[in-house]
Structure formats: C-alpha cells, structure tokens
C-alpha cells in the first residue's frame, strides 16, 4: 500500500447549503484530459510547461461566433486577428472556417501571405505601414485602414505611383461610452477629423473608399458601447451616400469582445458576466439593419474579434517545482511557467486546475512562476488544493496574446501542441534550445580570446 502525503490539519469554515457571506465551497475539479488525450501523457511526451490548443474547440466557437451574426445579418465576414495569436496552424484553422486575416504590420502581413491568404482578402491596419509596406498592400489589392493623415499623404503618393487604386478606409476613434476612450488611433468622429479625412478621399481620383472602420477598445464587457458605435458608423456611412452618392463597400466593427476569463478585481467570474455572442450581435445587428442604408447596398458587417474566438481553446500545463510557506504562514505553490510564458497573468486571474486527482483540502494560495523576479507572480490569493512538488496542473483560457506577447526570459520558450479533431497531437512550435539564440548571434572575434 502506498503511504498517502501528509496534509497539515487546517482550521476551516465549512459551507454547506445556501450560500453565506463566505460564500460556496470551492471544489477544484481535476483536468485530467483535453480532447480525450491524458494532460500526463502530454506532459511526459512533449515536456513541461506545455502549451495545448484544442482544434475542435476552435472550429466549435468560431462556428458559434459565426452563427451568432450571420442568422441575424445578411452578409457577415469575420477577419482573424494575427496578432491575438499568430501560430501558423492556428491561423489557418480559421481561415479554412472562412475568415480572412487581419494584421498591423509588414511583418504580420507577409505572415498571412505566406499561410496562403490572398491579397484581397488581407485587411491592413495599424499605425505604423512602411512605404514598402502600402506598395506590398496596394500591388496585391488589400484593404488599407488609414490610421492618421501622415499615413494618408503617404498612400497617395504611393497611389499615383501604381497601376492599381488602392482601395482604402478610415479607423474612427469616438466616444462609445468607454473610459477611458481609446483615441489614440484613427480619426476622431466628434470633432470632425473623421468627415475631414472622408473628404479629402473622396476628392482624391487616386484612391478608392471600400470601407469605414473602428475598434473601440478591448475586453468590453457591455454591449452598449457597440450599440453607440454601430449608429454612429451607420450615420457616417448614410451621410456619405446622401452627400457624395457614394455607397460603401463594408463596415469593420473591429474587435473587443471579452472572453470568459476573470478579470483581476473581478467581483464575479467571467464566465458568468461576458456576453455571449449572441448579445453582441443583436447590439450590433439591429442598429445597422434600421439605419437608412439604400436596399441595394447593405454593406458587408465584418468584425475582428480574437480573444473570444481563441481563449477558450488554449491550455497551459505544466508541474508544480516547489511549494513553500511565505513571511506571513501564507502557503505558495511556484510552477515551471511564469509571467514571461502567461502575460496574460497580468491582467487575468487565471483559472488554474490540478491535472489529477487531488484531496478537497483546500488552503488560501499564492501561485508564483519560477522566473527570478518579485513580480512573477500568476495567481496573487486563491483557494487552492495543496499540490505537492511534481503534481500537474493546467491553467485554462490562455490561447489569446500569450504566443505572442510571450518572451525568451530566463527560461526557453515551450513546444506548442495542437490536438485534432481526430485526438491526433502535433508540434506547431518546437521548443528553443539554446541553438536557437545562438544561431541569431554572433561575437566579435577579439571577444573569443580568454586570457
């Protein structure tokens, strides 16, 4: 018989029944498997930390994404946005499920190039576009989002300079009752920068005005931001075919849609208080179906959202290196990925499960990652189960922005696994060694001279 761990008694208040002002007894259900293959034997075949995407899950929420907007308007194109998470295998999924891409550089734009996107299905924003970037965007016929005038000056000189007319929109930036508002991108719509930069387009032979675009922020947990946006873009767009005779082509709705993780401050879960996409829609949806859009032209809805379309589909697992009590008796648990692999851990407190079965006791928690850094900390306090040294976890909902925004610090950066939909595993991102940082730098050769 095996001798069973030793658990330091604990003096605890117990909650049975309705809840009090302790709220509900905290039960840490184990995730023991994703998709049918065991977190262990992922552990053990591809090591540890380990980041996991779920294909089905991905295909499943876009589908959901999908439904939500298209049963409601006739005419909806959804747009992948690479920098939510731009691992080869991840984009294309989502464009075999019909989405275009969305990129904010040159180099994202070479990125979707080279996974098979075409030209024109290719939406280029952000503020920064080289002048080789516009001729690379305007040679293959993408569409252009100016995001200030600088850019605009720019683009025409480029355009007189092709065969081929750049088609164009504009990124609005407005007061959507958001604080605080982001207008640091795009034209203002209450001042009049945005009808400035209209006309001025529009009085150019040399562009080609497509679309109108905004992005009104991020992690928006009410609908009625996007109920105020959707108006005042709808009224732009009347207004220019009531003034110029001109209909356009689209209306970006841009991103923004929370996921369900929790917010750090959260008074309640995430997944309790996000809307689902069926909310969104019906925001968005109504207000353009009621403006006075000409039948004829009712323009293509296409919305950019990432982080709700592949949160909930990436896993983080990994093995527990240490536990420890702190200054204060408060215990901490210190895991093998910290901030540099989860930042996102800065702005979430993540949902973090044992990979097998535990006991129900319990402990008030600090979750360190092992980076030499104070503030390498994922979880700051939560009731968790008391793992031991070598015990698995898995931190749920990290696919947004971690493969990304995620840095070489300290330690090397993990293998990325993608599970099928047929439970079959594959590496989409090898782990680095240190070939891999070596290989990008090189020494100046009095330096290799010891003395």
Not at 338 to 352: C, E, K, R
Request: aromatic share 10%; proline share 5%.
């Amino acid at each position: 018989m095996d001798k069973k761990p030793f658990e330091r008694p604990v003096i605890k208040k117990l909650n049975a029944g309705m809840p009090s002002k302790f709220g509900l007894q905290v039960r840490h259900e184990p995730i023991t498997e994703i998709d049918g293959v065991p977190v262990s034997s992922l552990l053990e075949r591809y090591g540890s930390p380990l980041f996991i995407y779920s294909e089905k899950t991905i295909r499943s929420t876009f589908r959901e994404a999908f439904r939500a907007f298209s049963s409601r308007y006739p005419n909806v194109l959804f747009s992948w946005s690479y920098k939510t998470n731009y691992l080869n295998a991840i984009c294309k999924i989502f464009h075999q499920e019909g989405s275009w891409a969305e990129v904010v550089s040159g180099f994202e734009y070479k990125k979707a190039l080279e996974n098979g996107v075409k030209g024109d299905r290719i939406i280029f924003n952000g503020p920064d576009k080289s002048r080789a970037d516009l001729q690379l965007a305007v040679k293959n016929g993408s569409l252009i989002h100016i995001d200030h005038f600088d850019e605009l000056y720019e683009l025409i000189e480029v355009a007189k300079e092709s065969d081929a007319k750049p088609n164009v929109a504009i990124r609005i930036n407005m007061d959507a009752g958001i604080y605080p508002a982001w207008d640091r991108f795009g034209f203002n719509y209450e001042n009049g920068e945005a009808w400035d930069a209209l006309n001025r387009i529009m009085h150019c032979e040399n562009l080609e005005l497509a679309g109108l675009h905004t992005h009104i922020g991020t992690y928006i947990m009410s609908t009625e931001p996007y109920r105020i946006a959707a108006t005042k873009m709808a009224e732009l767009a009347v207004g220019l075919e009531r003034k110029f005779h001109h209909h356009i082509r689209y209306i970006d709705i841009g991103g923004g849609f929370a996921s369900k993780n929790t917010l750090k401050g959260g008074y309640y879960p995430g997944s309790d208080t996000t809307p689902s996409f069926e909310d969104y829609a019906e925001a968005i949806v109504s207000v353009l179906m009621k403006a006075d859009f000409h039948p004829d032209h009712l323009p293509l809805l296409i919305l950019e959202t990432g982080r709700a379309l592949i949160d909930d589909a990436g896993y983080l697992a990994g093995t527990v290196v240490a536990t420890k009590r702190l200054a204060d008796g408060q215990r901490a648990s210190i895991l093998d990925a910290g901030v540099n692999l989860l930042f996102t851990s800065f702005w979430y407190d993540h949902d973090i499960r044992p990979a097998k079965p535990v006991s129900d006791q319990t402990e008030e928690t600090a979750i360190f990652g092992p980076l030499c850094m104070n503030i390498d900390v994922i979880r700051k306090s939560t009731i968790f189960p008391l793992l031991k040294k070598g015990d698995p976890y898995v931190i749920r909902r990290v696919g947004a922005y971690n493969n990304t925004q995620w840095l070489q610090f300290i330690t090397l950066r993990p293998n990325v696994v993608l599970i099928d939909n047929s439970s079959q595993v594959h590496v989409i991102r090898r782990e680095e060694t240190l070939e891999t940082l070596n290989d990008l730098e090189s020494t100046p050769e009095h330096l290799n001279v010891h003395k």
